[in-house]
């Protein structure tokens, strides 16, 4: 057990619609990432937040959103969603964050993942 | 884009023989980060090697980094049945200022009783 929890573990929905995946990071953790992990495109970082902000944006689709709250729980919102949009997505927390010179990342703690099925 | 790429996509062994995977990649990085998955749970963190370090153990698991070659391997000795994942790499890229890691597409590991 990561200490990263994930809600809801399923969700199958229909095409046009829109959902919420719910994350709640490791205590203590201020940073917390998004992945999308299909067959095809495999394991793509979406965005990071740390401590209720925007760190990083990765390969992001306008219809979805993201945000972390001041209890350092983070949302991502699916909106319009498409056949395509099936995959697992996974939460990821960390420690801090900092990129000095010569530093590097912390390890990152994942979650269960949510199964997102579009019909 | 990925960044790591894994080699091979899949393996499979015998329990008790050694398993070798390896990852190249294509920028400059400030460390290179192995993972597990077991089928369709959350990824586990194995074994992070900097930029300036050419070898790294924890455990079973040994890593190897040649950042000349833009490269490394995951070799676990000893297999066992509860090593059978997916095993991914992840890279910085040493020029951004972020903590943004990019995964490869995995080796997916079966180990055979």
């Known amino acids: 057990d990561s200490g990263v929890t994930q809600t809801p573990k399923h969700l199958i929905t229909a095409t046009g619609q829109r959902v919420t995946l719910r994350c709640s990071p490791r205590?203590?953790?201020?940073?917390v990432y998004w992945y999308q992990q299909s067959l095809d495109q495999g394991l793509q970082f979406l965005i990071q937040?740390?401590?209720?902000?925007?760190?990083a944006k990765g390969n992001i689709l306008e219809r979805f959103s993201a945000q972390q709250f001041p209890d350092l729980h983070s949302e991502l919102n699916l909106s319009s969603l498409e056949l395509g949009d099936s995959a697992l997505y996974f939460c990821?927390?960390?420690?801090?964050?900092?990129?000095?010179?010569?530093?590097?990342?912390?390890?990152?703690?994942f979650g269960p993942g949510t199964r997102l099925t579009v019909t | 884009s990925q960044q790591g790429e894994e080699d091979p996509q899949a393996l499979s062994i015998q329990e008790g023989e050694n398993a070798t995977m390896n990852c190249s990649y294509k920028?400059?990085?400030?460390?290179l980060q192995w993972y597990r998955q077991n089928s369709g749970r959350g990824l586990v963190h194995l074994i992070l090697?900097?930029?300036?370090?050419r070898e790294k153990h924890s455990g079973r698991l040994r890593v190897t980094l040649d950042t000349s070659k833009k490269s490394s391997s995951l070799l676990i000795t000893a297999s066992r049945a509860a090593d059978t994942a997916s095993y991914f790499c992840?890279?910085?890229?040493?020029?951004?200022?972020?903590?943004?890691?990019?995964f490869g597409k995995g080796t997916r590991l079966h180990i055979l009783p």
């Open positions: 990821a927390s960390s420690v801090e964050t900092h990129r000095l010179a010569g530093d590097h990342p912390y390890e990152q703690y």
């Open positions: 205590s203590g953790d201020l940073s």
């Open positions: 937040y740390y401590n209720g902000e925007e760190r």
């Open positions: 920028t400059s990085i400030n460390n």
């Open positions: 090697i900097r930029s300036n370090e």
């Open positions: 992840a890279t910085d890229d040493y020029m951004n200022r972020d903590d943004k890691i990019i």
